[in-house]
């Protein structure tokens, strides 16, 4: 029950850090390219690869239920796939294709990157 709980308030912290992060951008980004998303899910695929590839280093800061109100919770909610493909696919139906085949391959080559940077280079 503790690890549902952990989860719960791990999500609503991830998800209302994605929203505030899109109000921020939205602020100054006026582009088609969909930046917040990209942020988030780039942030994300760091944070999540050093989290998970460091176990023991993380064990020493946080108990289990922590770690999976970080893991499962905060990045699971932080992070969206669903709605990358949901602005990819309606750039490409506003006819924007280019744009919509670089969201999804830039998006796919940044977050392997990061994720092997954060599992081999910290």
């Given at each position: 029950?503790?690890?549902?709980v952990?989860?719960?308030?791990?999500?609503?912290?991830?998800a209302?850090?994605?929203?505030?992060?899109?109000?921020?951008?939205?602020?100054?980004?006026k582009?088609?390219?969909?930046?917040?998303?990209?942020?988030?899910?780039?942030?994300?695929?760091?944070?999540?690869?050093?989290?998970?590839?460091?176990p023991?280093?993380?064990?020493?800061?946080?108990?289990?239920?922590?770690?999976?109100?970080?893991?499962?919770?905060?990045?699971?909610?932080f992070?969206?796939?669903s709605?990358?493909?949901?602005?990819?696919?309606m750039?490409a139906?506003?006819?924007n294709?280019?744009?919509?085949?670089?969201?999804?391959?830039?998006?796919?080559?940044?977050?392997?990157?990061?994720?092997?940077?954060?599992?081999?280079?910290f």
């Open positions: 029950m503790v690890d549902l952990a989860v719960g308030a791990g999500g609503f912290l991830g209302t850090g994605r929203y505030l992060i899109g109000r921020l951008l939205g602020k100054f980004w582009r088609d390219f969909p930046l917040s998303t990209f942020v988030v899910n780039m942030l994300g695929s760091f944070a999540l690869g050093l989290l998970m590839s460091h023991h280093f993380i064990s020493t800061l946080m108990d289990g239920s922590a770690r999976i109100a970080l893991s499962v919770g905060f990045m699971g909610s992070t969206t796939f709605t990358l493909i949901y602005e990819s696919f750039l139906e506003r006819g294709l280019s744009l919509s085949a670089a969201n999804i391959i830039l998006s796919i080559i940044t977050g392997l990157l990061l994720a092997w940077l954060a599992i081999y280079c």
